[in-house]
């Protein structure tokens, strides 16, 4: 079984410039997390997907972060324009969101993020 | 709201045992989680208690004192590749089922 993938692995780009990432995740797989890692942090919740529909976007910063699935499928995280505190490791995860009970998540590889 | 405290380091030799705890304040949580993330790569999901007690599944175990807001990650017969950053996790219930809160993290070191 595929696990989630993530592009591109790194980036780096220059304060106020626009950059996107873009997740796939495992098949099947209804429900799609994006986290923002930052250096000796634990993962921080930005948005959460069920299918197509927003689940949770309480902590993305809506004034310049913004996140789309829409074929319920894979998802692009766009910031626009990057902030030097933007720098991070943006992690994709997905879980079966079956909605029951609890599902384990499978996280990506991540994209490291440099804003200079 | 929700508040995750882990030691920042812990070091051990190969062959030994390790626990690295976690305790927690929350406003109310379904089950706690731990995850393994070796340098440069993903959180893997390691163990899970949605109920007090102990969990295990080979060289881990993990345990839950929801009375204690406590838990902890046992790991037995360390080996160097155990070498990685571990989180505690809890996971939201009712509106915020499957939103994971991390803790910051403990940095493993195994020594040969």
């Known amino acids: 079984e595929a696990g989630v993938a993530q592009s591109p692995r790194y980036k780096i780009i220059e304060k106020r410039q626009s950059v996107a990432f873009w997740c796939n995740p495992i098949s099947g797989h209804a429900t799609l997390y994006w986290y923002q890692q930052i250096l000796g942090q634990g993962p921080k919740l930005l948005i959460q997907f069920q299918n197509n529909g927003v689940v949770d976007d309480s902590q993305l910063p809506k004034d310049r972060f913004s996140a789309e699935r829409l074929k319920g499928v894979d998802s692009t995280l766009k910031i626009q324009p990057a902030k030097l505190e933007d720098s991070a490791v943006y992690l994709c995860?997905?879980?079966?969101?079956?909605?029951?009970?609890?599902?384990?998540?499978?996280f990506g590889p991540g994209t490291r993020l440099t804003v200079l | 709201g929700q508040s995750l405290e882990q030691p920042s380091e812990v070091t051990a030799v190969e062959g030994a045992i390790v626990q690295i705890n976690c305790t927690y304040q929350t406003s109310g949580f379904y089950g706690l989680s731990w995850y393994q993330q070796h340098d440069g790569g993903a959180p893997t999901f390691l163990s899970y208690?949605?109920?007090?007690g102990l969990e295990e599944t080979g060289r881990f175990s993990s345990f839950l004192s929801r009375s204690d807001s406590y838990g902890y990650l046992l790991l037995q017969e360390l080996q160097m590749k155990d070498s990685a950053s571990y989180f505690c996790a809890v996971e939201g219930r009712g509106s915020t089922l499957g939103r994971l809160y991390f803790g910051r993290g403990t940095q493993l070191t195994v020594w040969p």
């Open positions: 995860a997905s879980s079966l969101g079956t909605g029951v009970n609890t599902d384990t998540q499978y």
């Open positions: 208690n949605a109920l007090d």
